[in-house]
């Protein structure tokens, strides 16, 4: 069965630094990747999606993420972080049966 | 407004009672789903229609029912077998053409066990 791991739960960073949540997936086969973004008692917001193509995706609110085939993954990065980026991040993946599979989340957290 | 409306926002169940939570869409989306949220947990499918009056049983379906009568609407009956009902659920449903194979959320409905 296909699963997603999210390397690390809690991720703090301070305002205006660079950021990487990083994400691997289990199959080597087509797969559709996605980045999700949940803040507090909201649903999920699409920040970006791999579908195929250019293996640099960029999403929403200055996000970016790289699918890299060999290595199975799919981390997201942003350049600069704002306070406003303070939720927590869900990397999924659908392949075959065409349930989306979520990763356990990673929780962003910017200091000033 | 396109978008999945779930209701209520916040439940307060009894013990021994079945609730209902509520998932309309109106993207005129196939296939509809229902996620139970936990903290540090992540996302875990319960159940997941893929057209009307069709659905397939998700990760987690002991203590929940469902029903696709009609093409917008999905709900979730919490029934009183789901030992620890306490949750976040969220409701989505699945656009298979031009945006590409992309999952859409509702706001999701809190529900408490008391």
């Known amino acids: 069965a296909q699963s997603v791991t999210q390397l690390d739960s809690q991720v703090p960073v301070f305002e205006e630094a660079p950021v990487e949540l990083r994400c691997n997936y289990s199959?080597?086969?087509?797969?559709?990747l996605f980045w999700y973004v949940q803040y507090p008692n909201q649903g999920l917001q699409l920040l970006l999606k791999?579908?195929?193509?250019?293996?640099l995706v960029k999403g929403i609110n200055g996000f970016e993420a790289e699918f890299n085939k060999s290595q199975t993954s799919f981390h997201l990065r942003k350049p600069s972080v704002h306070i406003s980026d303070t939720a927590e991040y869900f990397c999924a993946v659908i392949q075959g049966a065409q349930k989306l599979v979520f990763g356990q989340g990673t929780r962003l957290t910017i200091n000033p | 407004d396109g978008g999945i409306t779930q209701s209520p926002k916040y439940l307060f169940r009894k013990e021994g009672q079945n609730v209902t939570l509520s998932c309309e869409q109106n993207l005129n989306h196939d296939a509809m789903y229902w996620y139970r949220q936990d903290p540090g947990q992540g996302l875990r499918l319960i159940y997941y229609s893929q057209i009307v009056n069709d659905f397939q049983k998700g990760d987690i379906a002991e203590g929940y029912s469902v029903s696709r009568e009609k093409k917008e609407s999905f709900p979730l009956t919490v029934t009183s077998a789901q030992k620890n009902p306490t949750a976040f659920y969220l409701c989505?449903?699945?656009?298979?053409?031009?945006?590409?194979?992309?999952?859409?959320f509702g706001e999701g409905s809190w529900l408490t066990v008391v």
């Open positions: 199959s080597s086969v087509s797969v559709y």
């Open positions: 791999y579908l195929s193509g250019s293996t």
């Open positions: 989505a449903s699945r656009d298979r053409g031009h945006s590409g194979n992309t999952i859409y």
